[in-house]
């Protein structure tokens, strides 16, 4: 193999591997799913934060990250389920919490905030 075959190779596995690392079904790295810090200009917080339904169809999948490759295992809400949104990102995240009517379990996390509807604030408006 001449040199300029052996860089044009080594080129191409540098874009698939780059192209892999973005699409939604590979592992993210650590880096990735670092929780951001809310309150900020690019994650504004809510006061008071807002009282929201799941819409549309199928599981609402909760994220450690807002990050499509940080899917939490087995943590998910469905249609009608109530959250509480305290914070939301520019690109259409919103870092939720549920918690079970039944159980009294909650757990926080992220969600896609296309698939919720706000219904009104928890606690006075400030």
């Known amino acids: 193999m001449t040199l300029g075959k052996t860089l044009l190779a080594c080129i191409a596995c540098i874009v698939c591997s780059v192209t892999l690392l973005n699409l939604p079904g590979t592992p993210a790295l650590a880096e990735d799913c670092k929780e951001p810090k809310t309150g900020t200009k690019n994650i504004p917080a809510f ?49 939720v919490t549920y918690t079970n009517p039944r159980t009294g379990n909650s757990v926080s996390g992220w969600v896609r905030s296309t698939r919720l509807k706000e219904t009104g604030t928890v606690g006075p408006r400030q």
């Open 47 to 95: 006061s008071p934060p807002l009282a929201n339904v799941v819409t549309g169809t199928g599981r609402l999948q909760f994220y450690s990250a807002p990050n499509i490759r940080c899917p939490i295992d087995g943590v998910f809400v469905i249609p009608k389920d109530e959250l509480i949104a305290y914070a939301q990102t520019n690109n259409s995240w919103s870092f």
